[in-house]
């Protein structure tokens, strides 16, 4: 279970951060910053597979303490920015070496600031400095069926998906008799068993159904469902959809081998007849993260 939940945390990673004004980037940079911050490099062997540990930090029973060991720099670049897969691979060979991190996070600090206290570590501490640019691949459109949505509209107010759990999977109460995860009433998330999958969401958009899709299905997925309201999603799919060599490579390094597959619908099937949506497959344009500069050594904590 440790593994495959290390799986859904390599591959569930969230939207990518808006730019905005310079001036109001470094006066937030300045504001946000950890109260403690230890990075070192790993000093397991073998640091170049498996091993991940990462514990506390906002949403957790830890708040206030965030230590995470042997972490690819890639992964902990792709979290604190919210890189989507399709943009920037956590096995990218710029970013493959593993540190340990301990720090200390302000009182009651949000996910959103901790995601910004971090981003200033990676560019202080290692210089990261990195742009977009536009390729050509292959992408999703999310477009409603041909008899129309099966979505429950939102059911209460809350806030959005970036104040939810991060570095730990929701808490479950095992799972149902065709051996899909179960949650306590009122907790979302994503988790699996055994190939099966559940993924639980209250009040979110359409676009953030778009992005959570583009996560699992590891390609840019375009929102054209002409849907403006906000939803609660509970969906059950089955992870049986073929890996590159490349991405089998990827998730190997960083969780160990995938579990066998299991019966039950894919997440294409799953999606149009649980969601009543459909998804098609296109050439489109995308914006992917190109590093320009890391440092391999941080600099003295």
Known sequence: MTRVRNRIEVLAVLMSLLATARVCCVDAARAQSFDVTSVKPSSLEGTTSGGISCSGGPGTDAPRVWRCSNMPLALVISRAFRFRAFQF???????????????RLPDS?????????LQ???????????????????????????KGPKLKEASRTGPGPSEGR?????RESGVDREGYPVFPTGVSGLAEST???HWIAFNISMQEVADALSDQLRRPVVDSTGLAGRYDIDLKW?????????EMAEIEEL?????????????????QDQLGLKLISKKGLA??????HVEKVPTPN
Not at 89 to 103: I, L, M, Q, Y
Not at 238 to 246: A, G, I, K, Q, T
Not at 255 to 271: K, M
Request: net charge negative; proline share 8%; charged share 25%.
């Open 89 to 103: 691979s956590p096995h990218a060979a710029c970013c493959r070496d593993r540190f340990n991190f301990d720090v």
């Open 109 to 117: 600090a949000t996910r959103d600031q901790f995601d910004r206290m």
């Open 120 to 146: 200033s570590l990676l560019r202080e501490r290692f210089k990261l400095e990195f742009h977009y640019e536009s390729k050509e691949m292959s992408v999703y459109e999310l477009t409603a069926g041909s």
């Open 166 to 170: 991060w570095w730990e999977p929701p």
């Open 195 to 197: 190939s099966h999958l």
């Open 238 to 246: 089955v992870f049986n959809m073929p890996l590159s060599d490349r």
């Open 255 to 271: 969780a160990g081998s995938p579990p066998d597959g299991a019966s039950g619908p894919s997440l294409f099937r799953a999606v």
């Open 287 to 292: 914006q992917v993260v190109v590093i320009d």
